[in-house]
Each structure stands twice: as C-alpha cells, then as structure tokens.
C-alpha cells in the first residue's frame, strides 16, 4: 500500500475508512517498530494532528524502574522520556486508560514539550493485561478529542500489532 484513501466527512467516517487500512498495512507485519511508525503516519495524515506518536514503556533507573520512552512519531521533536503518572501519557500509563484533555494548559502536570500543543488525547497499548506503550496525539487546537477518536483509537490499537 502506497497512499491511504482518505474520504471527507465526519470524523466516524474517516477513522471507518482507515481502519481497515491501517489493518492491511500492519497485519502482515510483526515488527511492532514498523508497525507504529506506519500507524503514527496514516494518523496524521488522515487527520492532520500536529504531533502523533508513541511512547514505549522501558526499564530503567528511574525510582519506579520504568519510563515511556520517546518511539516512533510524526511530528517535531518531542520530550524524550516520561515518569510514570507524571503528565499525560504518564496518568493514561499509570491509569491504564485513554486520557482526552480538551485543554492542555487546565491539566495538572501537564509536560510542555512544545506550548503549540493545545488539546490531547492518550491511548494505552496492552499486552498480556499490561501497558506496553501508549498513542500520544496532540492538535495545535483546543477540543480537537472527543469520545469519538477514544472509540475509535482504542478499537485500532487492539487489532494493530503494536509492542
């Protein structure tokens, strides 16, 4: 697959209409790297989002033994590592659930890796019952996410082979 087919409408459609896309382009392979880097582009193009990417969870020396680390992304450089509970992705880890922020500014704790970024919307990636990764979007607007995209997110990142 070279070019995604993206229709104009609603946002139920075009999420619809890339899903099995984004199916095709991930189910034949298993490099989860692959595979994220695939995902995080169709998103935004499909969309135009400013900032879509993932964060892996990693072992390290951190006081909890683990960080999110920065993995493949569409978008300007972002922060590199992230706490657990610590910003956005870090409560959607340690919550182990979608976290929509209509308003990135009114989020307690919120990491400014860019003050272009206005509203949010985190996507947990499980494995085995554990949070593997989370889907980071950003929109450069105020109340881009809705329960819409969380439907829709949530369904792609449990068919996709992500980590």
């Known amino acids: 697959m070279e070019n995604l087919e993206i229709p104009k409408g609603t946002k139920s459609e075009i999420y619809a209409a890339l899903l099995p896309q984004i199916t095709a382009l991930t189910e034949g392979e298993s490099d989860p ?17 400013w900032w879509v990417g993932f964060y892996i969870v990693r072992a390290d020396s951190s006081p909890f033994g683990k960080s999110l680390v920065l993995g493949p992304f569409q978008g300007p450089v972002a922060c590199t590592r ?12 340690k919550e182990e659930r979608t976290v929509i922020v209509p308003d990135v500014e009114q989020f307690p704790g919120h990491i400014a890796c860019s003050s272009l970024s206005k509203s949010e919307i985190v996507v947990p990636v499980f494995r085995n019952g554990e949070v593997t990764a989370v889907l980071d979007i ?21 068919s996709a082979i992500v980590l």
């Open 33 to 49: 790297v692959a595979n994220m880097a695939n995902i995080s582009a169709a998103l935004r193009e499909a969309f135009g989002f």
């Open 82 to 93: 992230i706490a657990y509970g610590r910003g956005v992705c870090g409560t959607s880890w």
């Open 138 to 158: 950003d929109s450069a607007e105020l109340n881009t996410f809705d329960e819409t995209d969380r439907t829709w997110l949530e369904k792609l990142l449990s």
